[in-house]
């Protein structure tokens, strides 16, 4: 049964850069879709960016296009999420997922999750 760890979220100020790493264990995440998805207090959970099994495809949300980039290494077992020119409204809790990658953009479509990881930007 696959287990995913987020790590690489804190406090920075508007502009500034983190980045997200998702690592797998107890299986091997190469098969599967990697998303990442927020939620910030009061509201839903939002889909933030996507990548297929195989890398060759990525999935955006309007609001993170040209700011976040997300990648995988499935030989290390791992996904990560740059995140640059932060802004306030992407404060949120972090998660990253495993699915079919069927719908990609959908949270119903994962199956694995992460505990999350807080970002929190400063204006």
């Known amino acids: 049964q696959m287990q995913l760890v987020e790590s690489g979220g804190g406090l920075v100020q508007a502009g500034g850069s983190l980045r997200l790493s998702c690592a797998a264990s107890g299986r091997r995440i190469n098969s599967y879709a990697i998303g990442w998805f927020r939620q910030a207090p009061g509201r839903e959970r939002e889909f933030v960016s996507a990548i297929t099994w195989s890398g060759g495809t990525t999935y955006y949300a309007d609001s993170v296009k040209g700011r976040f980039a997300i990648s995988r290494d499935n030989a290390g077992n791992t996904g990560a999420l740059q995140m640059n020119s932060l802004r306030p409204e992407d404060t949120a809790l972090y998660y990253c997922?495993?699915?079919?990658?069927?719908?990609?953009?959908?949270?119903?479509?994962?199956?694995?999750w992460g505990q999350g990881t807080q970002v929190t930007v400063s204006s």
């Open positions: 997922a495993a699915g079919p990658g069927v719908r990609i953009r959908n949270s119903n479509e994962y199956t694995v």
